[in-house]
């Protein structure tokens, strides 16, 4: 059975520290991993595609990565508008569906 | 842009109603999606539909039925409301193949009373 697990929890980051959210999963072959953000009562947003290992994607202050067992999102000086839940999934090749993880929470401070 | 409406953003229901969630995609997708969301659970997979009335169960079908007749359309039923099927319900749509994005909708916050 696939599983996606997301870590930490939750992260309390001062404005312009930068860190990363790691995301492991096991999958019975990996079609595509994804990263969402989520703000609160709203539905996820789109961020990143990633497919094979090795492969990176950047998007302002935001890099996803991916190796064989986990991805991670880099977070480069963020800004208190970064603050929301960044969820990651996975589609394998037990079908169409998206298998998520539970998600990281973040909050950025002035 | 891709769009993805939801026909409410709250609702409130007694228990044993039926309810209608709507959604509706402005992109030509093939497949849509519904999810429901809880705390501490993630989102889990309702249904989805491939195709014009197409449709496949998701890890937790009990107690909802699809319908999509049209292809930019696709309905989740709550044939008799309990309370244990409050919860946010997001919507979501894919192009064709099974990697590619899905994009999702702004949610329906439901509750049952």
């Known amino acids: 059975e696939d599983q996606v697990t997301q870590s930490p929890e939750a992260l309390r980051l001062q404005e312009g520290e930068s860190s990363s959210l790691n995301c492991s999963y096991t999958v019975s072959g990996l079609r595509g991993l994804f990263w969402y953000r989520q703000d609160p009562g709203k539905g996820p947003e789109f961020l990143f595609t990633l497919y094979s290992a090795g492969e990176e994607k950047e998007k302002e202050r935001l890099k996803a990565t991916l190796t064989k067992k986990e991805s991670f999102l880099h977070i480069t000086a963020p800004k208190p508008e970064d603050s929301a839940t960044y969820l990651c999934?996975?589609?394998?090749?037990?079908?169409?569906?998206?298998?998520f993880g539970k998600g990281t929470s973040l909050l950025v401070t002035p | 842009d891709v769009k993805v409406t939801q026909s409410s953003r709250y609702l409130v229901k007694r228990t044993g109603e039926k309810v209608f969630l709507e959604c509706v995609q402005d992109m030509d997708h093939e497949n849509m999606f519904w999810y429901r969301q809880d705390p501490g659970l993630g989102l889990r997979l309702i249904y989805f539909?491939?195709?014009?009335?197409?449709?496949e169960k998701g890890d937790i079908p009990e107690g909802y039925s699809v319908s999509r007749e049209k292809k930019e359309r696709f309905s989740l039923i709550l044939e008799s409301a309990s309370t244990n099927q409050t919860s946010m319900y997001l919507c979501?749509?894919?192009?064709?193949?099974?990697?590619?994005?899905?994009?999702f909708g702004p949610g329906t916050r439901l509750t049952v009373l």
């Open positions: 979501a749509s894919s192009y064709g193949t099974r990697t590619d994005t899905q994009y």
């Open positions: 999934a996975v589609n394998s090749n037990s079908g169409y569906a998206l298998n």
């Open positions: 539909s491939y195709d014009v009335k197409m449709k």
